[in-house]
């Protein structure tokens, strides 16, 4: 296998760029936006990137994503494997009891009394 050494040198500049990138660009879009539209202050770059960090946080999670999403998936799909029938209707129920009927089929909703 080939050493792939030139990503040591080119990584930590494109790193740079992309957060100097994204620093302005939430820069230049707040002050052109938000100071006209609801009268708030310009802001700074470092402001900007905190702002991009603190989005980060609050609605990105710290990495994971998909393949997070797909392992815990595959988790669920072998621990309902291994159950038995028995406790696959019990899970259900206790499902039921949490969130209601959603998602079973329409001809097995009863009707409240």
Not at 7 to 18: E, M, R
Not at 21 to 48: D, K, S
Not at 62 to 86: H, I, L, Q, V
């Given at each position: 296998?080939?050493?792939k050494?030139?990503i040591?040198?080119?990584?930590?500049?494109?790193?740079?760029?992309?957060?100097?990138?994204?620093?302005?660009?939430?820069?230049?879009?707040?002050?052109?936006?938000?100071?006209?539209?609801?009268?708030?202050?310009?802001?700074?770059?470092?402001?900007?990137?905190?702002?991009?960090?603190?989005?980060?946080?609050?609605?990105?999670?710290?990495?994971?994503?998909?393949?997070?999403?797909?392992r815990?998936?595959?988790?669920?799909?072998?621990?309902?494997?291994?159950?038995?029938?028995?406790?696959?209707?019990?899970?259900?129920?206790g499902?039921?009891?949490?969130?209601?009927?959603?998602?079973?089929?329409?001809?097995?909703?009863?009707?409240?009394?």
């Amino acid at each position: 296998m080939r050493k792939k050494w030139w990503i040591a040198l080119v990584a930590p500049p494109a790193l740079v760029l992309f957060v100097w990138l994204f620093g302005e660009l939430v820069m230049h879009l707040w002050n052109w936006l938000l100071p006209m539209l609801f009268g708030w202050r310009q802001i700074t770059f470092w402001q900007a990137l905190g702002l991009l960090v603190l989005s980060r946080i609050l609605f990105g999670g710290w990495g994971g994503g998909a393949n997070n999403r797909s392992r815990s998936r595959r988790k669920w799909d072998e621990r309902w494997e291994r159950m038995t029938p028995e406790e696959r209707e019990k899970f259900r129920h206790g499902m039921r009891g949490r969130c209601g009927d959603f998602g079973r089929p329409p001809g097995e909703i009863k009707e409240p009394a």
